[in-house]
């Protein structure tokens, strides 16, 4: 069931980034950026801390707005547009944050049901069998549903916090460091649960992460931010053949390990 209709065209990028520049006073962050992210791609975006992949992130999905340039969501651009058209056209992509930014007051029920309520387009009893349906989708049972946030543990604050993310059932995923927190087998089945969603689904999928294991395991592309531009969009295998410091010390360890997983 398709809570909200698409109304782009498959040959439409999802996402794309044209000539951003950001500068807060003195301080340049991009200079240039271009990124284009197509219909069931999963982009992994990477780079040193400060370089400005939040920043970026925060552009994409409209809570800041560059400098110069333009972003456009679904061929659109998202920082022109009415306040109406602006929240329809966020409500087609989903956000999962760094620590589930989770309601603590809220029950997993609501935290999920939060976004459909929001919509007021349905009932209560619609509503429950949808939040049902996303925490299937995620793999908790409908008891944990009663449950608080401060009662999970941290990989089932990122399960719901999944679910709520894929509430009205979005276009594109954003996750902003899906992994961090969890240990290795955790992360581990949290990622095969991203690529499970993502082709039942037929998402597409924007990352930032700081773990050369998840780039490896999760990315088709991988977009590296460094020295104020995208330096590089392209695979792993081709991202092996680059010599630049950030890359080299990023995957610095894991080459062969990582080459496998590929």
């Known amino acids: 069931m398709s809570i909200l209709p698409a ?27 271009n990124l ?14 400060g370089s400005g992949k939040t920043v970026l992130l925060r552009h994409i999905i409209g809570l800041t707005t560059p400098t110069r340039g333009e972003v456009l969501l679904f061929g659109q651009n998202l920082h022109t547009m009415e306040r109406m058209q602006q929240r329809r056209l966020m409500n087609r992509f989903g956000m999962l944050f760094q620590q589930g930014a989770l309601f603590s007051a809220l029950s ?38 009663e449950l608080l946030p401060a009662q999970l543990s941290g990989g089932m604050v990122k399960r719901v916090a999944l679910a709520r993310a894929l509430a009205l059932e979005p276009e594109l995923l954003v996750l902003d460091e899906p992994t961090s927190g969890l240990d290795p087998d955790r992360s581990e089945k949290f990622v095969a649960l991203i690529k499970q969603i993502k082709h039942a689904l037929g998402l597409t999928v924007l990352f930032v992460t700081h773990d050369p294991v998840t780039v490896a395991a999760l990315a088709d592309c991988i977009a590296v931010l460094a020295d ?15 010599d630049h410091p950030f890359i080299n010390h990023f995957f610095q360890g894991y080459s062969a390990q990582l080459m496998e997983q590929k």
């Open 7 to 33: 109304q782009m065209t498959v040959q439409t990028p999802i996402c794309e980034v044209c000539h951003v520049y950001t500068q807060y006073g003195d301080n340049v962050i991009h200079e240039n950026i």
């Open 36 to 49: 284009k992210i197509a219909h069931g791609d999963i982009v992994a975006l990477i780079g040193q801390s």
């Open 108 to 145: 997993v029920f609501d935290n999920i049901a939060l976004p459909l309520r929001e919509l007021k387009q349905f009932d209560e009893v619609t509503i429950h069998k949808l939040v049902m349906h996303k925490l299937a989708l995620v793999e908790l049972e409908p008891q944990h549903g």
């Open 228 to 242: 104020k531009h995208i330096i590089a969009t392209c695979s792993l295998l081709e991202l092996k053949t680059m």
